[in-house]
């Protein structure tokens, strides 16, 4: 029993750091600043022959070389190319290296005076920027109107904006002003964490940066780069012909397997993330022959939204190979541009949830350190990256394979020897990881796309799925892993005087420990991949990855070290701990699998509930506690029911219809029927049921909703129920959106939330068609795109508290609370 308790409290050392990076943080109130704020543009004649344009640019926000543009509105007056400074250096890990601008920056433009007599002209100026929060500003586009007359001196001029936020009044700019200065502090320190969150999220065609290549004669390419934490549905692409020639047809796209994604409402989904790369065939085309093709699309961003379709129109003739580079904006027939939420409401008020874990945030805040120009820093910071994963639970398998390693057949080990066997296991994982960062450096950053794409491969997930399917029953004492017998004899023979394992063996076996844990390095792994990729440079990307799977291994070398003197010598006690491990492998290759297929909920709902019901039964969940056993054998003991437990709760789930092992009730015929859904009874307002009896609504759970489209219809519902006492909510919705659906599933139907807006009139906004009148209804609110829920005061007045993706039941509760108090 003591060996058993000292093994217990080796793991639990480890425990609690993994324990932590899952805790979400909590709410960030930030607002980020207006454009026209965080970059104050002044455009002057410098003299008769130069203008001069200006930019004075806010703390943690910076401004992209590449984006400023000119051009003359007026005929008769030409600009000359602009004299741009260079601008720093910044290294980005979708578009490689970028020069932007910081604090200010100064531009000077010739000017060509064709019209002599032409005194006033008008100059379109292009700019656009970003906050190190992670927010990037549409770009901003505005018309400024200057006179030859006055030399050096700023005029008053009139400014139409496009794709922006309309300037507010004096008093509003006061308000945000205010509200800015009040969390200025707070939000800097939270920038400077890298755990700011904003409201904003990318253009549609910034987000998915489509580019086509035809071959002239029998396959088009699609690929589709996709901005990070955001993802492209598989089931949402579409390939057609428009006016399709004679005899001409599309054959069937091949599309890749992509990454399994379980979505609540619509169950497990395929997606792509970072890249995805689709041929489609072209049959009995012609040369010289028209060929329109119409690529339809869909995504999300993880944060919580998701985009309306986009359909992109892309021209070829055959006989004719070509390459089409960033589709713009003018190709989409259907797109929805964002623009930064400036709020009417008080900004300090209009939240956003942020349900980011640590883990996540500490990720995105080293792929930031690694993109800076710090070379210290960004080492350290890879070396951070793999000590992080050495605290997730893809490393506890690797203890019981140290310790095997370091203890061999149970003879005296010194901590020197254990120090040498598990720093060669070490390295030589750290040196897988370094080859691959050196092949990725080396190829560029195309290598890097090809990465990425070859990740959501069902070939490498299922090779993975093997790998760690052939690991865990060799820690059943299946087989055992060695080398042929005519190797063995010799590394035998070179190592006779060697205790506890061989150092070949103790690397070979890091090696193929890189193949298990390397997919478990989730955000961070993915940080020091896009570092590789962009450095270009072979022995960057080799060194940047050693060092990751350096850090990883860092606290298995303390194991090496001291393995001799915490754990007892070899015995029964190591089976236990083995098998331990290959229950956790069992479970990292069942969680893989799943991406595989979406077809099979059932089937792997029935596999995770044999996993935990056979896990309780070899931790003796069925077996009597010995009498007078120590109170450690009670709480192991316990343990073990639980886990027992836990499998017939997902058996049962599973057989009812439930889809995720972690609540295996969601999605359950047991949970859909009745219990989830409220009795209006229950929370019945009369004044209320009066007051909706001759409205036009619509039904979801026991909430009724009222119908509107227009904003003309807004402000007569907002208008007519204040009138009758009563506060207002307005929720966004469409058909394609996941989020919003999941909204009416989970959280409309809890009873608590019935009661919670049982004096609050609800309207809904159906968005589907995404028409002129919902774009102008979005427009006014201020949003682009659903889920959004605003909420409205007796007075008719936003009150802020606004909610842009999906939270669960509590945290919905909680910005209900905050919009109208804890009595309405």
């Known amino acids: 029993m003591k060996l058993l308790s000292k093994i217990s409290l080796l793991f639990l050392l480890f425990m609690p750091a993994s324990l932590l990076l899952a805790v979400e943080d909590a709410d960030d109130d930030g607002v980020p ?33 590449n984006k400023f543009k000119f051009v003359s509105k007026t005929k008769g007056i030409e600009l000359g190319t602009a004299n741009i400074p260079p601008g720093k250096k910044k290294k980005d890990p979708l578009f490689g290296i970028v020069n932007i601008f910081r604090n200010n920056v100064n531009i000077q433009i010739p000017i060509k005076r064709i019209d002599q007599s032409i005194t006033e002209f008008s100059v379109e100026v292009h700019s656009q920027g970003c906050a190190d929060i992670g927010i990037c500003y549409p770009p901003q586009k505005k018309i400024v109107k200057l006179t030859l007359a006055a030399l050096a001196t700023p005029l008053a001029t009139t400014s139409i904006t496009t794709n922006t936020t309309k300037s507010s009044s004096s008093s509003d700019k006061k308000q945000t002003d205010k509200s800015v200065k009040a969390t200025k502090d707070i939000k800097n320190f939270g920038n400077a964490l890298g755990l700011g969150q904003a409201d904003e999220y990318l253009e549609v065609d910034k987000a998915f940066q489509l580019d086509t290549e035809y071959n002239g004669n029998d396959m088009i390419i699609a690929r589709w780069k996709v901005a990070d934490a955001y993802y492209l549905y598989k089931k949402q692409f579409k390939f057609t012909l428009a006016n399709a020639p004679p005899g001409v047809s599309l054959g069937t796209p091949q599309i890749p397997a992509g990454k399994l994604k379980k979505d609540p409402a619509f169950g497990n989904v395929y997606v792509f993330y970072k890249y995805v790369e689709i041929k489609i065939p072209v049959k009995g085309a012609s040369k010289g022959q028209k060929l329109n093709l119409i690529i339809r699309s869909q995504g999300c961003a993880d944060a919580g939204l998701c985009y309306p379709p986009v359909t992109q129109i892309a021209a070829y003739t055959s006989g004719q190979a070509i390459s089409i580079k960033n589709y713009s904006p003018s190709l989409t027939a259907q797109t929805t541009k964002p623009s930064i939420n ?28 690694l993109n800076g120009d710090n070379i210290f820093i960004a080492l350290m910071s890879m070396l ?29 080990v010194t901590k020197y020897r254990g120090f040498v066997m598990s720093t060669t296991y070490v390295l030589s994982m750290a040196l897988v990881f370094g080859i691959l960062g050196g092949v990725v450096g080396y190829l560029g950053k195309s290598s890097g796309i090809s990465f990425a794409a070859a990740a959501q491969d069902p070939l490498i997930i ?10 865990a029953l060799a820690m059943f004492g299946v087989f055992n892993i060695q080398m042929p017998s005519f190797l063995q004899n010799k590394l035998d023979a070179a190592n006779r005087n060697q205790k506890g394992g061989t150092l070949i063996g103790a690397a070979a076996t890091g090696a193929i420990s890189a193949l298990v844990v390397g997919p478990c390095g989730g955000p961070f792994l993915l940080a020091a991949l896009s570092y590789a990729t962009t450095s270009g440079n072979m022995f960057n ?62 089937l792997f709902m029935m596999l995770w509930a044999l996993l935990f019901i056979m896990a309780g039964i070899y931790f003796r969940a069925l077996e009597p506690v010995p009498t007078g056993a120590s109170g450690k054998r009670y709480i192991l003991k ?20 439930g889809i995720i092992a972690s609540d295996p009730f969601e999605g359950s015929s047991l949970t859909n029927s009745g219990s989830t859904t409220a009795t ?10 009066a007051y909706l009896a001759d409205k036009k609504v619509k039904t979801k759970g026991s909430l009724k909703f009222i119908t509107i489209k227009s904003k003309a219809d807004l402000l007569q519902e907002i208008k007519q129920a204040n009138a009758a006492g009563f506060n207002v909510m307005l929720d966004f919705y469409a058909t394609w959106c996941t989020y919003c659906i999941q909204f009416d599933v989970y959280v409309f139907k809890k009873p608590e939330v019935v009661a919670a807006l049982s004096n609050t009139i609800l309207l809904e906004a159906d968005v589907t068609a995404n028409d002129k009148v919902d774009k102008e209804l979005m427009k006014y609110i201020k949003i682009f795109a659903p889920p959004a829920i605003i909420f409205y005061g007796k007075n008719g007045q936003e009150v802020g508290k606004r909610v842009y993706k999906f939270v669960k039941k509590k945290r919905f509760l909680k910005r209900v609370k905050g919009a109208f108090g804890s009595h309405q």
Request: hydrophobic share 50%.
């Open 33 to 65: 600043l207006p454009p026209d704020v965080a970059f104050k543009q002044k455009v002057n004649l410098k003299d008769q022959h130069t203008i001069q344009a200006s930019w004075s640019i806010e703390n943690k926000y910076y401004m992209y070389r």
């Open 342 to 369: 400036i709020k009417k409401a008080n900004p300090a008020n209009s939240t956003v949830e942020d349900d980011q874990s640590l883990f996540e945030k500490i990720g995105d805040w080293f792929t930031k350190a």
């Open 384 to 412: 951070g990256l793999g000590l992080l994963v050495a605290f997730t639970a893809c490393m506890y398998p690797m203890i019981p394979i140290v310790c095997a390693l370091v203890i061999g057949e149970g003879k005296t």
């Open 462 to 471: 299922g090779t993975v799925v093997l790998i760690m399917i052939f690991l």
């Open 541 to 602: 990307g080799f060194l940047y990855l050693f060092l990751f799977g350096l850090g990883m291994g860092l606290p298995l070398i303390i194991v090496g070290i001291y393995g001799s003197s915490i754990l007892p010598r070899a015995g029964n006690w190591m089976s236990m701990v083995k098998h331990t491990g290959g229950i956790i492998l069992l479970a990292l290759a069942l969680y893989f699998a799943e991406r595989l297929t979406d077809q099979m909920p059932g």
């Open 638 to 657: 316990g343990g073990a029911v639980i886990i027992f437990l836990w499998g017939i709760l997902v058996a049962i789930g599973g057989l009812t219809g």
């Open 680 to 689: 209006l009874s229950n929370n019945a307002n009369p004044r209320k049921i």
